[in-house]
C-alpha cells in the first residue's frame, strides 16, 4: 500500500537550515507529484508546493518561493525540502502528501515531521 | 490566492446531532472543494472530495453539498470517533489553500 515515511523531529537554532525527507513506497515514484504542505502549531494548514519526480518540475506558493527547496532523489524514491533561515515562524509541522489516482487530492499524507526553531 | 472563509471555527454537538460546516470561497472554484478531518497528533484524513463524492472508508453519515462560492459538510448522528478537527480544501487554482479549521467537540 501507499506509504510515506517522513524524517524524525529536528530542532534547529534561528538563521539555520533544515532539510527533511519523505521516502515513498508501494507505488512508482515516478507516477505522482510530492507535494509539502505546513501546519502551524494549532492552525490550519499552508500549501508550499510540490515537485514532479519525473521531470524535477518544482512549483511554489509565492509565500514560501525564498524559504524552501524541493528535490527528489529517484534512486531512493525520496523526497526532500530544505527550509533555509529559518525564524520562530518556521517552527511547524510540515507533511509531504500525494494524490489519490483517481484525483483525490491529498488522499495520501506522511505522518509529519515537527520542526522547532529555538535558540 | 483563493481565500476560503470557513466556519463556525468551534462546533459543540450530543452524540447523534447534525452539525453543519460551511466553507465560501473568494471565488467561483466549480465544485473542487474537499473536506478533511484531523485528529490530534495524525495527519488529515481526506474524507470528501469533488464537493460530495465520499472517499472509500467514509461512513455515509458524512455529505458534502454546495457550488459556486458557497459549499457545506455535514455530519449527520455524530459519533464519538467523529470528534476532530475538520478542514476544505480548494484545489481549483494553485496555491490549493485551506479554510482555518473547525474543531468540532462533545456537548
Known amino acids: 500500500q501507499v506509504k510515506l515515511l517522513q524524517s524524525g523531529a529536528a530542532l534547529v537554532k534561528p538563521g539555520d537550515s533544515v532539510k527533511m525527507s519523505c521516502k515513498a513506497s508501494g507505488y512508482t515514484f515516478t507516477d505522482y507529484i510530492i507535494h509539502w504542505v505546513k501546519q502551524s502549531h494549532g492552525k490550519s494548514l499552508e500549501w508550499i508546493g510540490y515537485?514532479?519526480?519525473?521531470?524535477?518540475?518544482?512549483n511554489y506558493n509565492e509565500k514560501f518561493k525564498s524559504k524552501a527547496t524541493l528535490t527528489v532523489d529517484k534512486s531512493s524514491s525520496t523526497a526532500y525540502m530544505e527550509f533555509s533561515r529559518l525564524t520562530s515562524e518556521d517552527s511547524a509541522i510540515y507533511y509531504c502528501a500525494r494524490f489519490g489516482g483517481n484525483g483525490s487530492p491529498f488522499a495520501y499524507w506522511g505522518q509529519g515531521t515537527l520542526v522547532t526553531v529555538s535558540s | 490566492d483563493i481565500q476560503m472563509t470557513q466556519s463556525p471555527p468551534s462546533l459543540s454537538a450530543s452524540l447523534g446531532d447534525k452539525v453543519t460546516i460551511t466553507c465560501q470561497a473568494s471565488q467561483n472554484i466549480n465544485k473542487y472543494i474537499a473536506w478533511y478531518q484531523q485528529k490530534p497528533g495524525k495527519a488529515p484524513r481526506l474524507l470528501i472530495r469533488?464537493?460530495?463524492t465520499l472517499e472509500s472508508g467514509t461512513p455515509s453519515r458524512f455529505s458534502g453539498s454546495g457550488s459556486g462560492r458557497d459549499y457545506s459538510f455535514s455530519i449527520s448522528n455524530v459519533e464519538s470517533e467523529d470528534i476532530a478537527s475538520y478542514y476544505c480544501l480548494q484545489y481549483v487554482n494553485l496555491p490549493n489553500t485551506f479554510g482555518a479549521g473547525t474543531k468540532l467537540e462533545l456537548k
Open positions: 469533488y464537493t460530495s
Open positions: 515537485i514532479n519526480p519525473y521531470s524535477g518540475g518544482t
